[in-house]
């Protein structure tokens, strides 16, 4: 079997255990069980359950959060920005109880913590240098604000669906629309 295959259901497996059991109430034994595969072999590609859980969390949530097709440059700025929300509401939901337990298990967990941080400045900062480089119409210092809105108004969003189990926001072009009024 190749190692990235290796690799890939062991990233599966952990996805599954720790948006089930928190990362607390996993073990690397019950992931290695899950993925198939001796615990030396996942201690062989990430050291630490740590190492794994961040692995975990940068492969589900922040690489996708991160990717920002840019594909269309005809796209005009509201639809851009309604790309933006959509893309981010889409990867968050669709991993909802794994985000859920890493802001569950930020507040016990300085290190944690200072991942998720660390995740939040770096699609913050994403999603303020696409918008200035897609000159979106706004003041240069408003970019921040506007950043901080789409980001909080997402992860507070997810927060509320996994709470409610509503899905009250499922257009993201009303979402939008409803920013739009705030702004």
Sequence with gaps: MKEEDTRERILNAAKEVFSKKGYSGSTTREISLVADVAEVTLFRHFETKNNLFYETISTFIVKPMLNFNTSKENENSEQFIQKII??????????????????????????????????????????????????????????????QVILSTIVGLIIFESLTNSDAFRDSRKLYETIKTLI
């Design 86 to 147: 959509g893309e981010r509401t889409y990867t968050l939901r669709k991993n909802r109880e794994l985000f859920i337990c890493t802001i569950y298990e930020s507040q016990y967990n300085d290190e944690i913590k200072e991942m998720l941080k660390s995740i939040f400045s770096k699609v913050f900062d994403e999603i303020m240098y696409f918008m200035k480089g897609r000159q979106i119409d706004s003041e240069k210092e408003s970019f921040g604000y506007l950043s």
